[in-house]
Structures are given as structure tokens and as C-alpha cells.
């Protein structure tokens, strides 16, 4: 009864959904977020442990969903989706999560078609700290942890090269 929740999405801040009086679980709406195409990061926050997530749907679309419990549409399902990704068609690097970090973050990005791929960290001097992917990698979307516990609290930077594409974000670590 009475349960509470925290979403956010992407470097936004949380918003808090209160008051869910349930005696299951039902649908909760969250329209306030105008996305533009790109990488997002999803999170989820709950008041109660015994709280949890059971069925979750992302949509371009404004969509009524109906019913509760184990008898509630389930949207989620291929035969109900009204819009499906195939994959990327640009190339794009997320700014990494969290930020500022300690000691650890992740590093988002999606490639077009298969390509050769560097991403590598650098201080702020412009020295080379670690090479975090240097290879071949499919068309999608990548995610890549980066654990800075061996460096000293500062600003760095971090590179993607795929193909023709190269694009350069700033990471601050924090100890």
C-alpha cells in the first residue's frame, strides 16, 4: 500500500511517483520525458524492498494500458509493438554514467554497421590512460565499464573512433 517510486532517465533528475495504492501491482504512465533520438540510461529507484519492477514497455507512442495484476496487457509483447528499432542508423557516444563517477562508470555508444573501434581514456594532459576497446565490433548498441580505482581524482577524457566517425566527451572522477 501506498508505494512510492523514483524514475529518471538519461542526466535529468529523478521524479517521484507517490501514492500507489495497490493490493498487486498496475500500469504507471510516465509522459514527462521528451526524448530526442540517441542513448538513454533507465533508472529505477523503489522506497520498499519488497517493491519490483515486473513488466516494463518504452514507447514513441502515448499508449492506454489496461487491466492489473497477471491479467494486465502486457504491451511488451512482438505482436503488440507499435514501433520496433533494427538498430542504429548514426553513430553516437553517450555521455557517460554517472558523472562525476568513483570509481567505476559506464560508457555508452551505437554503430551503424560493423567497424573497426578504438575508445580509449585520456588525462587531461592529453596522455593516453587505457585502452578500453580496440577491435572489430557488430552494428548496435555498446556498452563499456570503465574502473579508474588505480588513477587519481581528475578530469579526463574519453575517445570513440569507428570508421570515419570520431567524437571526444569529458569524464570526471572523483575519489
Known sequence: DDDSFWVKMGNGGFQMYNGLVTNG??????DEYELTEGLYHLEIGYREDGA??????????LTDIEGF???????????????SITGPDYFALGQN????????TSIDYQL?????VTLKIFDILGNEVETLVNGSQ????HSVQFNASNLPSGVYYYRLE??????????LLLK
Not at 501491482?25 to 510516465?30: F, L
Request: aromatic share 8%; glycine share 6%.
Open 162 to 171: 569507428a570508421g570515419m566517425n570520431q567524437e571526444t566527451r569529458k569524464l
Open 112 to 116: 551503424p554497421e560493423k567497424v573497426f
Open 97 to 104: 554514467y554517472p558523472n562525476p563517477f568513483n570509481p567505476s
Open 69 to 83: 495484476g497477471e491479467e494486465a496487457e502486457n504491451i511488451c509483447n512482438p505482436s503488440s509493438v507499435q514501433h
Open 25 to 30: 501491482w498496475e500500469w504507471v504512465k510516465i
Open 138 to 141: 557488430h552494428a548496435g548498441n
Open 52 to 61: 519490483k519492477l515486473d513488466k516494463i514497455c518504452l514507447s514513441l507512442h
